[in-house]
Antibody, heavy 121, light 111 residues
Framework: QVQLVQSGAEVKKPGASVKVSCKAS????????INWVRQATGQGLEWMGW????????GYAQKFQGRVTMTRNTSISTAYMELSSLRSEDTAVYYC??????????????WGQGTLVTVSS | QSVLTQPPSASGTPGQRVTISCSGS????????VYWYQQLPGTAPKLLIY???QRPSGVPDRFSGSKSGTSASLAISGLRSEDEADYYC????????????FGGGTKLTVL
């Protein structure tokens, strides 16, 4: 069965960087995009960007341009999201989600369990 | 401030039918598909509706989606206690707000 398993919770100081991993199993990793979506405590969902694991091509939300980097290691079917220059407002649960293209539509059909990133001095 | 507008809360009693609205603009809902995600407490979101009104396999037919112009709706019939969750609408946005935008979420309470 399809699974996305994310790395554990992180605590970082303001100005630092964090790198969250997302290990895929149960399907061909390079056949589907990986997207990253975050959710601050008690808040809604916010899309950060996508990556094509086959080509390595990426697309980022304008808000995160220059601060986020999405990469992958195809040999271990793992995607990564690195966010730099962290500030308190980046405290959130970060989710990876598989992006699926289907007859002109695109949606996230499987999600990781989420990784809590806390930014605190 | 979310690009798509949802009511913050909705409620109903078991067996009732409830609807959740999602309002957008011509750059998102008006010209692209709408998706709905269900988030049970403490868990990751789950795809509920795609391409405006399609249900993934495993999603009960009690859930249905519709779209008209720049608005969309999620309807839940035969409400059950396990439907108590947060519901989010999402759409591709052709403007600088995008490309993917969400509603602020609607917390559904089953009374």
């Amino acid at each position: 069965q399809v699974q996305l398993v994310q790395s554990g919770a992180e605590v970082k100081k303001p100005g630092a960087s964090v790198k969250v991993s997302c290990k895929a199993s149960g399907y061909t990793f390079t056949s589907y995009d990986i997207n990253w979506v975050r959710q601050a405590t008690g808040q809604g969902l916010e899309w950060m960007g996508w990556m094509n694991p086959n080509s390595g091509n990426t697309g980022y939300a304008q808000k995160f341009q220059g601060r986020v980097t999405m990469t992958r290691n195809t040999s271990i079917s793992t995607a990564y999201m690195e966010l730099s220059s962290l500030r308190s407002e980046d405290t959130a649960v970060y989710y990876c989600a598989r992006g699926r293209r289907d007859s002109g539509s695109y949606y996230w059909d499987y999600w990781g369990q989420g990784t809590l990133v806390t930014v605190s001095s | 401030q979310s690009v798509l507008t949802q009511p913050p809360s909705a409620s109903g009693t078991p067996g009732q039918r409830v609807t959740i609205s999602c309002s957008g603009s011509s750059s998102n809902i008006g010209s692209n598909y709408v998706y709905w995600y269900q988030q049970l407490p403490g868990t990751a979101p789950k795809l509920l509706i795609y391409r405006n009104n399609q249900r993934p396999s495993g999603v009960p037919d009690r859930f249905s989606g519709s779209k008209s112009g720049t608005s969309a709706s999620l309807a839940i019939s035969g409400l059950r206690s396990e439907d108590e969750a947060d519901y989010y609408c999402a759409a591709w946005d052709d403007s600088l707000s995008g490309p993917w935008v969400f509603g602020g979420g609607t917390k559904l309470t089953v009374l």
